[in-house]
């Protein structure tokens, strides 16, 4: 083991407003100073909230990031949509590579998760000893991955073959990742048998492995999905799922659902809970079972006033089946 990890830089470019959960991604980072500094590259003024120390500011326009990009890949990017920041990740250490001189490695990464005791967790797969670290195993988990910030590392995707459709499209390919095929990784298909229409990150990463050109860390860690009887709790940087320790939690599924209710926190606490309704102050967390039970008929309320009755019964069915009173159609 290292007597002194590598500090990590998680570069975060972020336009248009802030999400609501924003304070609750700065808590999880208030407690990981030993280990991770964030970036933030935006024109958004958040003078008036309360920062950690490791939460950096580098004031930047968007067209002062599209001038990055062009400046490293000749290219013009198309952010009429903001969504195609995402396709712009595996360039970001290219981008500012002066920003990121002073750390051994760097991180893409998103804000709508928790992190929990992120040093003890990357002691634990020695994560110096790779070069790109993914918390998926089947492809590039763009919502937090680390690189070793060394030239060839940093320049992988500047050799993309489709890297001028990539940058110049308005498409959003999800080229930092797999493209659109994650359920098809899982079910065990290669990524080499898909025709996709770019070359993605994983396909680049992949093939480097292949040559032995980088070394690779792939292993499914991340936690994004809880059933109806999982928890999640974090406690003053401990994260954990009914009770068992918990690298990152990101709520990227669970946050589209309707009935999925976010707290509107200035500061958020250093203690709360989370099941696949929404977030739990201790206070609330007393009465959870009959919270969750208003959030989800207050959805289908709302859906019976928008929709009508037939798509009513068929919610209806589907909350019956959540709450295991009804048998899922096979």
């Known amino acids: 083991m290292k007597s002194k990890l590598p500090r990590i830089v998680l570069l975060l470019p972020y336009y248009g407003r802030l999400p609501v959960y924003f304070p609750i991604f700065l808590r999880s980072l208030f407690y990981n100073k030993d280990i991770l500094d964030v970036l933030f590259i935006s024109d958004i003024d958040v003078s008036g909230m309360e ?6 500011i580098l004031p930047l326009s968007l067209d002062g990031f599209k001038k990055r990009i062009k400046v490293c890949t000749g290219f013009e990017p198309d952010l009429s949509k903001l969504i ?16 990121i001189k002073d750390y051994e490695y760097y991180a893409i990464g998103d804000c709508d998760l928790i992190y929990g005791n992120l040093s003890k967790h990357l002691e634990q797969v020695e994560f110096w000893n790779y070069d790109v670290l993914s918390f998926r195993r089947h492809w ?98 401990h994260l954990s799922c009914n009770n068992k320790p918990v690298m990152i939690f990101h709520y990227v599924f669970l946050k589209h659902k309707k009935y999925f209710h976010f707290p509107v926190w200035k500061e958020c606490p250093d ?57 899922k159609k096979v």
């Open 51 to 56: 920062l950690p120390d490791n939460f950096l």
């Open 84 to 99: 195609k920041l995402c396709d712009l990740k595996p360039l970001y250490g290219a981008a500012f590579v002066n920003e």
């Open 140 to 237: 590039i988990a763009a919502s937090f991955c680390l690189f070793r910030n060394s030239k060839q590392i940093r320049e992988i995707f500047l050799y993309n073959p489709d890297l001028e459709k990539i940058v110049i499209s308005p498409e959003h390919f999800c080229a930092d990742e797999c493209g659109p095929y994650w359920d098809e990784l899982s079910a065990g298909i290669k990524l080499s048998e898909i025709s996709g229409s770019v070359t993605t990150l994983t396909h680049q990463v992949l093939e480097l492995e292949k040559k032995e050109k980088l070394r690779y860390f792939h292993q499914d860690i991340l936690t994004e999905k809880l059933s109806k009887k999982e928890l999640i709790n974090f406690d003053c940087g």
């Open 271 to 327: 203690k709360f809970w989370i099941d696949n309704t929404g977030f739990y102050t201790p206070r609330s967390f007393c009465f959870r079972h009959l919270i969750s039970l208003k959030r989800q008929l207050k959805w289908i309320l709302a859906s019976l006033k928008e929709n009508g009755v037939a798509n009513f019964y068929n919610r209806f069915r589907n909350l019956l089946t959540f709450w295991g009173i009804l048998k």
